[in-house]
């Protein structure tokens, strides 16, 4: 079983819609986890980060948390074309020493 | 600003030679790492270093070498024994080695074979 796993998609949304990307992890002394969003032929950029169970908002996106669960989601309202991208879920493992990256979802929004 | 530092953008390599690519961090990080992804595929671990003068090796360690000799520079040599070297490498860095803090990348070399 892989450390992080997310489904690779893609997933296709209308634009205006809420998009839903989900992880799951294995770990479960896992306390942090973050979410980058990857546009073709770039590298990653760092867009959410969460540390406690439950939900973060920041402006569109909402990161949750649910550690009884080993799930992680990351929600987009309001999704715009622009939106569309690879968004990649990692964290680190309970002991800190190694950090583990899904293989990433890809998001298409739909004009 | 505060960043990291990748050089080149795009890499040819011819057989048999062996190619550097640089990565340079003025964000003061203790951590910097490097990785490798594969055209629609996740991000795999190469090397990674926590403090100058040590490195581990990650999951695809074969055919690569790195050094870190001062704390903003962490160079990766990809040697002739890689045979399947066209990828895109990513430099990363973090700042306490193995806590709880994301890694932050750079722009990526794209390294393809003449």
């Known amino acids: 079983q892989k450390e992080v796993e997310q489904n690779s998609g893609p997933l296709s949304v209308p634009e205006g819609a809420i998009a839903s990307l989900n992880c799951t992890y294995s770990?479960?002394?896992?306390?942090?986890f973050f979410w980058y969003r990857q546009y073709s032929g770039k590298s990653p950029e760092l867009i959410m980060s969460?540390?406690?169970?439950g939900d973060k908002e920041d402006g569109r996106f909402t990161a949750q948390l649910n550690k009884a669960s080993q799930y992680v989601s990351l929600l987009i309202r309001d999704s715009q074309p622009s939106d569309s991208a690879t968004y990649l879920c990692?964290?680190?493992?309970?002991?800190?020493?190694?950090?583990?990256f899904g293989s990433g979802t890809k998001l298409n929004v739909k004009p | 600003d505060g960043g990291i530092t990748q050089s080149p953008k795009y890499l040819f390599r011819k057989e048999g030679q062996n190619v550097t690519l640089s990565c340079e961090q003025n964000?003061?990080?203790?951590?910097m790492y490097w990785y490798r992804q594969d055209p629609g595929q996740g991000l795999r671990l190469i090397y990674y270093?926590?403090?100058?003068?040590?490195?581990q090796k990650g999951d695809i360690a074969e055919g690569y070498s790195v050094s870190r000799e001062k704390k903003e520079s962490f160079p990766l040599t990809v040697t002739s024994a890689q045979k399947n070297p066209t990828a895109f490498y990513l430099c990363?860095?973090?700042?306490?080695?193995?806590?709880?803090?994301?890694?932050?990348f750079g722009d990526g070399t794209r390294l393809s074979i003449l």
């Open positions: 990363a860095s973090s700042t306490i080695p193995g806590s709880n803090q994301p890694q932050h």
């Open positions: 770990d479960r002394g896992s306390q942090s």
């Open positions: 969460i540390y406690s169970n």
């Open positions: 990692a964290g680190p493992g309970y002991n800190f020493n190694k950090f583990y």
């Open positions: 964000l003061n990080h203790d951590a």
């Open positions: 270093s926590q403090i100058v003068n040590d490195f």
